[in-house]
């Protein structure tokens, strides 16, 4: 029984320590100069919007995403358009790769929505390639209906999920 009260002392004395730490982050806290989570990836690596080589200005400007009808993933000529025109930045900006994610809408299986994502990805894809991207810069991935932009049950919300997002970072392909 002494032994039970010591330890649990001896806890409770630790617990009170591990609280009063008040630079347990770093100077200014968690996300403070040299504190936990600086230096980390931020808004700024983004770029300005205005700026026509950064991936803000192609998230905002040429436009990242195309939407598909119902249970297609053909290209659209409202997606052509964007589409081109990311062909044409991702032709003039060779340090960049990108990731075409494929999105569905709530309704249908989990696994046709996977299906249905992967087709409208590899449609993006192919398109890229035809405008002169380096298949090796493209990668796809499928997130079905398991990453909804709008979360609603009326078909306002389905045309928004159903979508292709190209995602671009920095790296050169091989």
């Not at 004395?13 to 040299?34: D, I, S, Y």
């Not at 299986?109 to 449609?123: D, I, M, P, W």
């Not at 192919?126 to 079905?144: A, C, H, K, M």
Request: with cysteine.
């Amino acid at each position: 029984m002494r032994l039970h009260s010591s330890a649990l002392l001896l806890i409770g004395a630790l617990a009170l320590a591990a609280c009063n730490n008040p630079n347990r982050f770093g100077a200014g806290g968690a996300n403070g100069a040299g504190g936990y989570g600086a230096g980390g990836i931020g808004s700024t690596g983004l770029g300005g919007a205005n700026d026509p080589n950064s991936p803000a200005y192609f998230a905002q400007t040429v436009g990242d995403r195309v939407l598909f009808a119902v249970d297609q993933s053909t290209i659209n000529p409202e997606a052509r358009m964007i589409l081109t025109g990311q062909g044409q930045w991702l032709a003039s900006h060779p340090q960049y790769t990108a990731i075409i994610e494929g999105h569905a809408d709530e309704q249908g299986t989990r696994e046709y929505n996977l299906a249905l994502g992967a087709r409208r990805a590899s449609a993006v894809q192919e398109f890229l390639i035809s405008q002169g991207v380096q298949p090796s810069r493209l990668r796809t991935v499928s997130y079905g209906k398991e990453r909804p932009l709008q979360v609603c049950s009326d078909e306002s919300c389905y045309a928004q999920n159903r979508r292709a997002v190209t995602v671009i970072s920095v790296g050169a392909g091989s």
